[in-house]
């Protein structure tokens, strides 16, 4: 009987291992089942939202523009190509756009996708009830900006305001967009992530949908499968995406490791096949010894300081252009930062051309230049205009990054050395840093901005008396007449004369303190194609191979 009772269970090993082994049921370290292609990258952090209408961080943008796809989409090198609509036209006034939407356009849980899912979307994001820091963004469409400020309680009044909002689903296939002004980048900024559709019936049904992969539903190249908060998200191809076909990839699988220095070392083992952000330190290493792993691609974007301008002694422009003219940008692109930075001496970057084909960075060139002696003149002058006789200790905030805490400490020796101020540092979770500079509970916050779409609005708006964006405090009658002028002139030419003009205020009054232009260096491994970049983006992957 034991003799009999050991052949029987030798079969049953022998079978359990026998399925294991076969198609499907197999899976890596990584999670994903043997044959799969699954590409494995690091967001860094948790996503605030992966709501269209609620994020407003790169943090959310990487994910959710794989998530989703709006009118538009750019493909590499920053074309503006066909998406969700196959063609649009435009009126001869250029305040008219008439999309016309793909047939047969699905969401991911096979809801039919119409005209109507951007209508509801985009009034959604207007709506004064909605948390949406990006609202402003769709100011550029007749009376948004009327709807979203308002302040009106009555339910009749409201929804006659919503009425009047220049975005109507004509059918399921045709949406109709007025816009106040011609606006020369309408076409690209309707790839903008605020600007992509929800589900209007899965919204209304579940105000919460976006929280959970459950009830995640999205239109884009990939599904969210499984989101567990403060550790990772899987996504999976979307075999009702428009353009499946061009999908390879399986999926994307997404941790959230805040340390540089512990994802580098996932990298080098193999548990990531591309990485970015980069450890200065690694930076260096990749460029000199050439590794075929790093690439580097131009980012329009910016490195820079906010000041609470609300708080003394920061309510002092000669204060503000002190600390701003003490410090050495070279040092800190040339042995902190090491990714082919450009020490910033404006707040616009490059990456958007004049009329001319000229840079507007060219055109502009620099505002100020660092000078030691003059920054001890101008503060103490400023603190003697404020009734102190000296500067107390304040504190830098920078989110959890070991490229924002060099930089942070880089910047306070300088402050020390030069200025001989007192200066302590505090570093948070991303959103926490975000949040903190909506309520403007700091004193220097880090900061930086990557274009939403390559026209130097896209910087300049920002820091409008009206934008959620701001998060400085600072407020500019002139400077918000100028960018309301530049928003209406038809005149390219005028435009940027406009802007270069308000470029000018935002840099006399330096409620921000420039600190160097973007590079995007990463890590891919080989065996991974099809990865490309645009100026305002991270690195696009959804055309991603695995060989």
Known sequence: MKKSFSIF???????????????????????????????????????????????????????????????TMKEEGGKIVPAMAEKWDISPDKKKYTFHLRDGLKWSNGDPLTAHDFEYAWKYVLNPSTPSDYAWILY???????????????????????DKVGVKALDDKTLEVKLKNPTPFFEELVSFYTYFPIDKKVQEQNPNWANDAKTFVSNGPFKLVEWQHKSHLKMAKNENYFEKDRIKLDGIHWTMVEDENTAWQSFRSGDYDLLYPLPSDVIGQLKSSNSPEFKSAIQFATYFYRFNTTKKPFNNKKVRLALTLAIDRN???????????????????????????????????????????LAKRLL??????????????????????????????????????????????????????????????????????????TDPMTMLEMFTSYSKQNDTGWKNKEYDALIDQAQKAADQAKRMELMHKAEKILMDEMPIMP????????AVKENVTGVYTVPDEYPVMKYADKK
């Open 9 to 71: 269970l030798s079969f049953v090993l022998l079978f359990m291992l026998a399925l294991t082994g076969c198609g499907g049921g197999e899976k890596s370290a990584g999670g994903e089942k043997a044959g799969e292609k699954i590409l494995r990258v690091n967001n860094s952090t948790e996503p605030g939202s992966l709501h269209p209408a609620r994020a407003q961080g790169t943090h959310d943008s990487w994910p959710m523009r794989h998530l989703f796809v709006g009118l």
């Open 140 to 162: 550029y469409i007749d009376g948004a900006q009327q709807y979203n400020e308002s302040k009106e309680k009555d339910p009749q009044k409201l929804k006659a305001l919503e």
């Open 331 to 373: 040092t800190i692109t040339q042995n902190v930062t090491q990714g082919g930075e450009k020490p910033a001496f404006g707040y616009v970057g490059p990456g958007a051309k004049e009329p001319s084909g000229k840079e507007f960075q060219e055109v502009s060139g620099n505002f100020f230049k660092e000078d030691v002696a």
């Open 380 to 453: 103490a002058e400023g603190l003697k205009e404020e009734g102190m006789t000296s500067m107390p200790k304040f504190t830098i905030l920078y989110n959890t990054l070991d490229a924002h805490k060099r930089i942070a400490e880089a910047i306070q020796e300088m402050w020390r050395k030069n200025l001989g101020l007192k200066v302590g540092l505090e570093n948070v979770e991303f959103q926490v840093k975000i949040d903190r500079e909506h309520k403007l509970d700091y004193d220097v916050s880090r900061s930086g901005w990557i274009a939403d779409y």
């Open 515 to 522: 600190i160097y232009f973007y590079a995007m260096p990463y």
